[in-house]
């Protein structure tokens, strides 16, 4: 089974056990709950409807924090004496997703096994 959360304004898809990093997330707490944009189960069985994801949740656990690349911003206008530069580097923190829960139920029906017939 695998959910679509949504995490920093980006879209990430997630299994149980995923680590994955996301824009850090500032707290003391050392569990975050998701509500899932959709659920696909096992057997292919696809859950999006709203009210029924509002009772679903993606649970995960903060494992720790790290820092993106790092982008240089050069500015530069040709004879004017005009330069500017500015980095960035982004900081995420990484979750491992421990639960989902709220997904498509399985059946419970049997299949009905056919007996043969018995010839007189």
Do not use: C, W
């Amino acid at each position: 089974m695998y959910a679509i959360i949504r995490a920093g304004g980006k879209q990430a898809k997630v299994r149980e056990g995923d680590v994955i990093d996301v824009e850090r997330i500032k707290g003391d707490s050392d569990e975050v709950v998701y509500t899932p944009l959709l659920i696909v189960g096992e057997d292919g069985k696809v859950v999006s409807d709203r009210s029924k994801l509002e009772k679903a949740k993606v649970t995960a656990k903060i494992v720790g924090e790290s820092a993106g690349e790092k982008i240089d911003i050069f500015k530069y206008k040709n004879k004017t004496g005009y330069r500017r530069r500015q980095g960035h580097r982004q900081k995420y923190t990484r979750i491992e997703v421990t639960k989902i829960t709220g997904g498509p139920r399985k059946s419970s029906k049997k299949k009905k096994t056919e007996e043969p017939e018995a010839e007189a």
